[in-house]
């Protein structure tokens, strides 16, 4: 066998698995969502009906809005938060490590679990948060936090958030460790304060780490599932409603594989160019 030959040798089960499980169902996906299935008779082509009633459809809207508002309060939240918490535990402070295994600790838990936990504090009765509101002598802010349509969304991400921000903080630490502590001695003894050696020093050099640490962010904000599923199902009346969810919804609930699939396609094409930007940042630093 030629050389050339043997690292194709080496790649084609993995490439042969990767075709089987992800790339081929990927293409029949996008099939189905040209078709009107309810996933047990043969499939009926149908061209972009889907996508026609996909852009007239209100749920659909209101999932992608909610997505949208899930991926600004990851941007907002965890982002800055878990890059706050890696710089301050990246200096010698006592029991860094435990605070670090603490604030991480959430990630190593299931997302079904920690839609337990929270929906657990969210409750009317007995609720974690009510009776903490009722005791400090709030009691006027208390209310049904998971089935009050203005209310719900924003407590699905709120323990959405308390899952990833130590995520964004490991990540973070991993960024800082790698730049050497003689260029901050050096800024210290130019006279350079706290601010500014984050601003133009820190800030630029963690720049890799932040792309992906916002492209990660981005996904995981595009790809919410299973807190949504876990806690509200998407009610009260589709108001915590988000694309994977909506499309879990009509395919496997209403039995409407076309219709849920040309979500699914729509979902993946947003996601892909998030995917794209990530890699090639990958690839750039492999460059560098």
Excluded: C
């Excluded at 149908?46 to 992608?64: A, C, E, H, R, V």
């Excluded at 490590?97 to 969210?122: D, E, F, H, N, T």
């Amino acid at each position: 066998m030629k050389r050339k030959y043997i690292p194709w040798a080496f790649l084609s089960i993995p490439l042969s698995l990767y075709s089987v499980w992800v790339i081929g169902p990927t293409i029949y996906t996008i099939y189905l969502s040209l078709t009107n299935w309810d996933g047990l008779t043969a499939p009926e082509f149908q061209g972009i009906k889907n996508y026609l009633d996909l852009f007239n459809d209100p749920i659909f809207y209101t999932s992608l809005v909610n997505n949208v508002k899930w991926l600004v309060i990851f941007m907002a939240i965890p982002v800055s938060v878990g890059l706050f918490l890696a710089i301050l535990l990246s200096k010698e402070i006592k029991w860094a490590r435990g605070y670090k295994a603490a604030i991480y600790s959430p990630m190593i838990l299931a997302p079904v679990v920690i839609g337990l936990i929270w929906s657990w504090i969210y409750q009317p009765q007995g609720g974690l948060l009510n009776n903490t509101l009722t005791y400090i002598g709030l009691e006027s802010l208390t209310r049904g936090w998971l089935s009050n349509p203005n209310t719900a969304l924003y407590a699905i991400i709120g323990a959405a958030v308390w899952r990833h921000t130590g995520y964004v903080m490991l990540l973070f630490l991993s960024g800082l460790t790698a730049i050497s502590p003689t260029v901050i001695e050096a800024s210290k003894i130019d006279g350079a304060s706290a601010w500014q050696r984050f601003r133009y020093i820190l800030l630029p050099l963690l720049k890799p780490t932040t792309v992906i640490v916002i492209v990660i962010t981005m996904i995981q904000s595009l790809r919410a599932f299973d807190f949504v599923s876990m806690m509200t199902r998407g009610g009260p009346f589709n108001t915590t409603n988000v694309l994977a969810h909506y499309m879990y919804t009509e395919a496997f609930k209403n039995y409407n594989m076309g219709y849920g699939a040309s979500i699914a396609v729509v979902l993946f094409a947003i996601m892909f160019i998030f995917i794209v930007i990530y890699l090639r940042q990958i690839r750039k630093g492999e460059l560098e």
